[in-house]
């Protein structure tokens, strides 16, 4: 049974790579819709392959400071596939099988950022070295039993962390860098609506894989995985609705795909931590935060962030690494071992997340600041490097 609900699992988190590509497909401009396709898709070329040659090995065997796992299992050499992987149950292969989905659609989420503003070869490139630098790193350092944050006691259940603040600070910085402020506004993208309600049916149907995968087994946490989703979705779908209406007067199907898509990034880490009341709350104060960010706050900074992937994963995956030290309880899972601030455990767990949240941010900030300038030198030629690198 648990294996059959794996590959299920496995199966639906393939579907969100089609499905956030054909996502920001429908925001963009004509001339930007294939290589949005095109650089997303090839991801499971690049990122999957990637690790299956070294990413399972550093991310999740052997380890180094808490950091970094080990090289001895390149191409999985030494790895019998039909062994239990830890105290998961799980045949290593499927546990590969499973991380790898997320390593494959991580960078599928940032890449947006950047449509048409860097080539191929710049896109393989980078995503080489951020897999080998940050997202591998950052894996085994939250989710590795032998990462210093999984130690220290962080909570990230299904990609808080590793997945939406890694891809949305990754997203801004490739905007700061390789982007000039507002080239978007003036060109009145007239975007497909068909093609955002579709892929958000998608990514919310992909997301159950998401979340509830995460638990990896088909036991309570998964089905309060699987609840909890869909609360804090429909809580900031319907939260979106209310702000639109208030500060826009007008009411969008990009809208409130958008709302649901923030709602599903905020309860990611907490997915199997929290109550359905703790969702409901964390659906809300998402899109609260990211509709405030995307509407407002980026362009006083004047971030390019046109399809608002900082403003989903970054402000979404923040607010809900966050909320884990408020809402977590150990009455719906007994991994938690100090409850959430208002389920009386005090500040622990939230200092804790806070202390995650900003190692994560200043981690992928940095190495990201550092690939894209080296690499700049070597492809000036091909891409618009600009402001904080020069």
Known sequence: M???FMIVAIILVWIMVPGIAVFYSGFVPQKD???????????FGLAGL????????????????GIIGNFKHLFLNGIDLSSTYGTTGLPNSIYLLFQMMFAILTPALFLGAVASRAR???????????????YYPLAHTVWSASGFLAKLGVLDFAGGTV???????TAMILAITLR????YNNEQAKGNSMWILMSTVLLWIGWYGFNAGSALRLNTQAINAFFTTTVAACSALMTWVVLEDIFKSKVSISGI???SICGLVGITPGAGYVTAFGSFIIGIITAIGSFYFMNYLKYKLHLNDYLDIFGCHGVGGIIGSLSVGLFATKSVNSTVITNGLFYGGGLKLLGLQFTGTIFTIVFVS????IIITILSKLFKNDVGVKRIIK
């Open 366 to 369: 940095v190495l990201s600041i």
């Open 33 to 43: 819709v294939n290589r949005i396709l095109f650089n997303s898709f090839l991801m």
């Open 163 to 169: 997945i939406h603040i890694d891809a949305g600070i």
């Open 180 to 183: 000039k402020p507002y080239e």
């Open 257 to 259: 795909c958008t709302g």
């Open 50 to 65: 990637l690790w299956i040659v070294v990413g399972f090995s550093v991310s999740f065997e052997g380890n180094f400071l």
């Open 2 to 4: 648990n294996l059959n």
């Open 120 to 134: 191929i070869k710049f896109i393989i490139l980078f995503v080489v070295c951020w897999s080998l630098l940050i």
